[in-house]
């Protein structure tokens, strides 16, 4: 990989760490969620302009996902068999002490080279929590909660004896060591979070490096990167983002868009209605009313974060230029989903990554020729 101008956009794939791939849907998939398949997955991915791959956590079966791999364990197995892809690892604050994570993280960081990061998710499926016995909170304070959660990995991986006096967490002279690499350019593991209400904007703004957005339309897209920018360049911040997509690409347009109907025509439509009824606890529960799933269609929800509302679904100039409209309206990253990951990933990286490349260096070069 060399290096890149900052207008590129960046790439990262699902991890699918918990079975039945990334579609509800029972479409045959050759896609695998145990490691061996995972590890040639996050190879290929790094050879073809992959920088990051993000774990998904879940303790337990849901819609379409009826086995699951720990993401922290998973994580480090994919980092120990790597080289350049940085890993995120999905992370619930409801399940863990931010100080225990913390250390976790610096010592991923510290052996695989500053390759991991953090996904910090404030979580929507409530069965997991009433079946462990742990407290269920209404979903803008998840959000209260989780910002505690990140403030307190921040303060134990940059101070010495670090206190906190927080609603969720009390930190008292807590000194980490040894703290995370420190890189230029990257003082610590990177942050990233899901979640797309009001809650999570602010959130974002506040803490967080990374947004992540639920698959969207340019206009959906646009909205929550003028808001969340607007409320961290308040705090003097700048947060960066990333856009979830299900990548369909194929030689035709015609191929492309049959492969989608027959993922649809396939949905595990019973699984898809329970998830439904379940993401209620997301966007919807808020009084804005706003936020992830909160106006998605069945249609939409067969893959489980909206990718298809992103188009990148065509030929593999049709998707490139997609991806690079989503550059320009401030989109540093796009978050890959596939049918059949090993070989998709490949096509992709190899059809599509060029062109949206070459789109880049051509606005680039009349930008400078216009002054
Ligand atoms: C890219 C991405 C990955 C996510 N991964 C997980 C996950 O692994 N486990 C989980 O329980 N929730 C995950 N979520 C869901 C979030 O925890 C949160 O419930 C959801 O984004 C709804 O937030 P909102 O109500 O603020 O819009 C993820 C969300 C996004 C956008």
Same mark, same amino acid.
């Given at each position: 990989?060399?290096?890149?101008?900052?207008?590129?956009?960046?790439?990262?794939?699902?991890?699918?760490?918990?079975?039945?791939?990334?579609?509800?849907?029972?479409?045959?998939?050759?896609?695998?969620?145990?490691?061996?398949?995972?590890?040639?997955?996050?190879?290929?991915?790094?050879?073809?302009?992959?920088?990051?791959?993000?774990?998904?956590?879940?303790?337990?079966?849901?819609?379409?996902?009826?086995?699951?791999?720990?993401?922290?364990?998973?994580?480090? $197995?994919?980092?120990?068999?790597?080289?350049?892809?940085?890993?995120?690892?999905?992370?619930?604050?409801?399940? @863990?002490?931010?100080?225990?994570?913390?250390?976790?993280?610096?010592? $991923?960081?510290? #052996?695989?080279?500053? /390759?991991?990061?953090?996904?910090?998710?404030?979580?929507?499926?409530?069965?997991?929590?009433?079946?462990?016995?742990?407290?269920?909170?209404?979903?803008?304070?998840?959000?209260?909660? !989780?910002?505690?959660?990140?403030?307190?990995?921040?303060?134990?991986?940059?101070?010495?004896?670090?206190?906190? /006096?927080?609603?969720?967490?009390?930190?008292?002279?807590?000194?980490?060591?040894?703290?995370?690499?420190?890189?230029?350019?990257?003082? %610590?593991?990177?942050? @990233?979070?899901g979640g797309n209400?009001?809650?999570?904007?602010? %959130?974002?703004? $506040?803490?967080?490096?990374?947004?992540f957005m639920n698959g969207n339309?340019?206009?959906g897209f646009?909205?929550q990167?003028?808001?969340?920018?607007? %409320?961290?360049?308040?705090?003097?911040?700048?947060?960066?983002?990333?856009a979830n997509a @299900?990548?369909?690409?194929?030689?035709?347009?015609?191929?492309?868009?049959?492969?989608?109907?027959?993922?649809?025509?396939?949905?595990?439509?019973?699984?898809?209605?329970?998830?439904?009824? $379940?993401?209620?606890?997301a966007g919807? !529960?808020?009084?804005?009313?706003?936020g992830m799933w909160a106006k998605s269609?069945?249609?939409d929800?067969?893959q489980y974060n909206d990718g298809?509302k992103t188009?990148?679904?065509?030929?593999?100039?049709?998707?490139?230029?997609?991806?690079?409209?989503?550059?320009?309206?401030?989109?540093?990253?796009?978050l890959?989903? @596939?049918?059949?990951?090993?070989?998709?990933?490949?096509?992709?990286?190899?059809?599509? #990554?060029?062109?949206?490349?070459? %789109?880049?260096?051509?606005?680039?070069?009349?930008?400078?020729?216009?002054?």
């Amino acid at each position: 990989m060399g290096t890149k101008a900052q207008n590129h956009v960046k790439f990262a794939h699902w991890i699918p760490n918990v079975s039945g791939g990334l579609v509800v849907s029972k479409i045959p998939q050759r896609t695998d969620w145990g490691l061996q398949y995972n590890v040639k997955l996050a190879k290929i991915a790094e050879e073809v302009g992959f920088e990051y791959a993000l774990t998904q956590i879940r303790f337990m079966g849901s819609y379409g996902a009826e086995y699951q791999h720990d993401s922290l364990i998973f994580s480090t $197995a994919l980092l120990a068999n790597t080289e350049s892809i940085n890993i995120v690892t999905g992370i619930l604050p409801g399940m @863990f002490h931010p100080g225990v994570i913390a250390k976790h993280g610096a010592t $991923a960081d510290q #052996i695989f080279n500053g /390759r991991w990061a953090i996904n910090v998710v404030s979580g929507w499926y409530r069965r997991e929590y009433d079946a462990l016995g742990v407290q269920w909170l209404e979903h803008d304070e998840r959000y209260v909660r !989780s910002q505690e959660f990140i403030e307190i990995l921040r303060g134990a991986w940059s101070d010495d004896d670090f206190s906190y /006096r927080g609603k969720y967490w009390q930190i008292d002279g807590y000194t980490l060591k040894p703290k995370p690499l420190v890189i230029p350019g990257r003082p %610590m593991p990177e942050i @990233f979070q899901g979640g797309n209400s009001l809650a999570a904007q602010r %959130m974002a703004a $506040a803490v967080s490096d990374w947004y992540f957005m639920n698959g969207n339309s340019l206009e959906g897209f646009k909205e929550q990167i003028n808001n969340v920018s607007k %409320m961290a360049a308040a705090r003097g911040r700048k947060v960066k983002f990333i856009a979830n997509a @299900f990548v369909i690409a194929r030689d035709t347009e015609a191929e492309a868009k049959s492969e989608l109907e027959r993922i649809i025509r396939s949905a595990d439509t019973e699984a898809v209605e329970k998830f439904r009824v $379940a993401v209620k606890e997301a966007g919807q !529960s808020t009084k804005e009313g706003k936020g992830m799933w909160a106006k998605s269609t069945s249609r939409d929800l067969v893959q489980y974060n909206d990718g298809f509302k992103t188009n990148l679904i065509g030929t593999p100039e049709q998707i490139a230029s997609q991806i690079h409209e989503l550059g320009r309206i401030g989109v540093d990253a796009i978050l890959c989903g @596939f049918l059949h990951f090993h070989e998709e990933t490949r096509f992709f990286g190899e059809r599509v #990554i060029p062109l949206v490349r070459e %789109m880049e260096d051509a606005a680039s070069v009349k930008r400078s020729a216009n002054g």
